[in-house]
């Protein structure tokens, strides 16, 4: 009851701030964005308002009395233990059980070295522990100078093995388990991204996999010699996705010196679907950041409808490779207007909007946690959280929910240890 009330108290506080700043917008600034098309994709963009049409202005407000589609059970503290002991380093398995483990997990991320082992790192994770998270993902970034190149390698401000070690050793005395995640980057092409990844002859696609092995393999031994419990093989690779041989290859590699479970971190653009080597691995990771509605102020009812199409190509995914549980590896919403149209652009200027927010983490869980129809689904990793405890708070525009009403919702699923029976989103 007391969880119940603080929560319909949370609601209340957004809503009287969210009246406060319903004041007309200018008409040149509410124009209304065309909505994103997707490429390659094998599934239509939802279709586009007419470009003359007038965008909802007044935001919806949080119902203080429960919905039918709210959770009743009232959240109870985790039965984690919160000890600093070390604990033995485990051995990495391919545990059949730990695929049942609904991931309440968190992406922790650092992008420059010493950041992962700083003090304030240390207090960042006490504090992401205290959201009843069990798992987070671990970011680890190499780089190629451009989208042509076809050396990767370890730039100054990437992480450390010491840095990943230390995250990875607090975790596990926490009872926290990890995903490590090494990934791609430009140094010096802002133009494009890892996705466009792409050769026009085999000699250059034999020497960007060769050392894009060599990086892969670094991470997997170390993966092993460091009791990480998942491994992801890749992140976005989208042109790379399609040279299923070449990913095969790579797989078996791995496999041969890391036990543990392994994935592959898809972009949500399409390429989940154009993946076809699910099966080579433990399960489908989908970094998911769907376009969900076209309005600059959406109502939750609103979003729970954009929600509806990538419930369907998520099922009619899990349906071509039933055998393969599908977690979102990242999922998350900026504080910023309009973040339902562009969830993933994270270099967008816009008002800080924290409401919107809200909304998008209210209708994430409403829509995917613990759903009986959709049993294939098992848990997510909440992009980001950073290693500083002064991150996030009511004026940030960043992706964190810390010190947001995100935060608060965030919590009160994650400590939720028995089901809520809703059915929001249909398939």
């Not at 085999?202 to 060769?210: G, I, K, M, S, T």
């Not at 690779?237 to 036990?259: F, G, M």
């Not at 209210?362 to 405890?389: A, C, K, S, V």
Request: aromatic share 14%.
């Amino acid at each position: 009851m007391i969880r119940a009330s603080f929560r319909a108290l949370l609601f209340a506080l957004v809503s009287f701030a969210t009246a406060c700043a319903n004041v007309p917008i200018p008409r040149e600034q509410a124009a209304l964005p065309a909505a994103p098309h997707y490429a390659p994709t094998n599934t239509p963009s939802p279709t586009p308002l007419p470009a003359d049409s007038t965008p909802t202005r007044i935001r919806p407000t949080f119902s203080l009395t429960p919905s039918t589609n709210a959770p009743r059970t009232a959240p109870t503290q985790t039965s984690r233990p919160f000890t600093r002991a070390p604990i033995t380093r485990g051995t990495p398995k391919r545990d059949a059980a730990a695929l049942n483990e609904y991931r309440r997990g968190i992406a922790f991320i650092a992008l420059d070295r010493d950041e992962y082992r700083s003090p304030e790192s240390q207090r960042a994770l006490d504090e992401l522990f205290a959201t009843g998270a069990t798992h987070i993902s671990l970011l680890v970034t190499w780089y190629q100078t451009d989208v042509a190149s076809k050396d990767i390698y370890r730039a100054d401000n990437t992480p450390t093995d010491e840095d990943l070690a230390y995250v990875i050793a607090y975790a596990h005395a926490q009872g926290v388990k990890v995903l490590l995640k090494p990934q791609v980057d430009f140094s010096l092409d802002e133009k494009h991204w890892r996705g466009q990844i792409n050769f026009t002859n085999e000699a250059d696609w034999r020497a960007w996999f060769a050392s894009y092995r060599e990086f892969i393999l670094y991470y997997a031994k170390f993966a092993q010699a460091n009791g990480v419990e998942e491994f992801s093989v890749g992140t976005e690779l989208v042109a790379t996705s399609l040279r299923t041989a070449d990913w095969r290859a790579l797989i078996r590699a791995v496999r041969k010196e890391y036990t543990g479970l392994l994935t592959y971190s898809a972009n949500h653009s399409g390429e989940e679907v154009q993946v076809q080597f699910w099966n080579d691995l433990d399960y489908i990771g989908v970094n998911v950041f769907y376009h969900l509605t076209n309005y600059r102020t959406p109502t939750m009812e609103q979003i729970l409808e954009g929600w509806k199409l990538p419930v369907r190509q998520l099922t009619n995914l899990h349906n071509n490779f039933p055998d393969r549980p599908i977690i979102f590896t990242e999922v998350g919403y900026p504080s910023i207007d309009l973040a339902s149209v562009w969830p993933w652009n994270w270099k967008r200027d816009g008002p800080v909007d924290i409401d919107e927010q809200a909304m998008l983490y209210e209708g994430l869980f409403q829509t995917w946690w613990y759903h009986p129809e959709r049993e294939w689904f098992r848990g997510m990793y909440i992009w980001n959280w950073l290693p500083d405890p002064e991150q996030g708070g009511l004026d940030d525009w960043n992706y964190t929910p810390h010190g947001k009403p995100a935060e608060e919702i965030l919590k009160y699923y994650f400590q939720l240890d028995s089901p809520p029976q809703h059915s929001t989103a249909s398939e």
